[in-house]
């Protein structure tokens, strides 16, 4: 299964979508993962490319452990490649789907540094918390920044983030084999906001991905021109 682009449908918020929508936290997904982790090789070096934000700034952070909390990193497809680049000892804890998450510890119950829960913990002493797209899945994308800024990180790094100068978030539908998803576009100024007013300041800020060349994301290029985004970015948030 694999992402086929998205529907031409906006929404203001959950409420106002269909019932029953998809979702990643199912078997075809978790099949998916343990193939990707465990034909790992095939794709490293684009992996280390698609979370060279992540990888850099461990690199940079002047400690030999690091605890890092992935929101959505499926079965540590982000961990792996961090690894490779680096000889520092991680805590890297990840949340997902209670399923995913559930099959997540079972696959590695024998690593000691990779743990997976189905809710945001009250996690002490946390470096980095990390979010390569998956703010886009979650019911409610403010209530999701405020807990992971609960958790007091000294870093706040987004990746492959749908967000731009729009006039306001909205809604639409990602399609994914046979399931239609709901997905978060952002308005990049809420987000920053958010942040701003809670003792982070704005780090960084670079395109992690230009979109208007990928058909994938033809749908994004006809919306309206004050929904348009024409490139998922990264930013990192550093705590003051």
């Given at each position: 299964m694999k992402t086929h682009g998205w529907k031409n449908v906006v929404y203001k918020d959950i409420d106002e979508m269909p019932k029953n929508m998809g979702t990643y936290d199912n078997?075809?997904?978790?099949?998916?993962?343990?193939?990707?982790?465990?034909?790992?090789?095939?794709?490293?070096?684009?992996?280390?490319?698609?979370?060279?934000?992540?990888?850099?700034?461990?690199?940079?952070?002047?400690?030999e452990k690091i605890v890092i909390v992935d929101i959505g990193g499926g079965f540590g497809l982000t961990y792996i490649p961090l690894k490779k680049e680096t000889s520092k000892s991680l805590d890297y804890k990840i949340i997902e789907g209670k399923h995913v998450s559930?099959?997540?510890?079972?696959?590695?119950?024998?690593?000691?540094?990779?743990?997976?829960?189905?809710?945001?913990?009250?996690?002490?002493?946390?470096?980095?918390?990390?979010?390569?797209?998956?703010?886009?899945?979650?019911?409610n994308w403010e209530k999701t920044v405020n807990q992971i800024i609960s958790l007091k990180p000294e870093y706040v790094v987004f990746s492959h983030l749908a967000a731009g100068d729009i006039n306001e978030s909205f809604l639409t539908v990602q399609l994914w084999g046979n399931q239609e998803i709901p997905y978060w576009v952002i308005k990049e100024k809420d987000l920053k906001n958010i942040f701003l007013n809670n003792d982070y300041v704005l780090e960084s800020k670079n395109v992690s991905e230009d979109i208007t060349s990928n058909k994938l994301w033809e749908t994004f290029i006809n919306?309206?021109?004050?929904?348009?985004?024409n490139a998922t970015i990264s930013l990192i948030f550093k705590r003051t």
């Open positions: 078997k075809e997904w978790i099949d998916k993962q343990i193939d990707r982790v465990s034909n790992f090789d095939k794709e490293v070096d684009m992996s280390i490319k698609r979370n060279k934000v992540l990888i850099d700034l461990v690199k940079n952070i002047k400690k559930n099959a997540a510890n079972i696959f590695f119950e024998d690593n000691n540094e990779l743990s997976f829960f189905s809710k945001i913990e009250k996690i002490k002493n946390v470096d980095i918390v990390y979010i390569r797209s998956s703010l886009q899945y979650v019911e919306l309206s021109v004050e929904k348009q985004i």
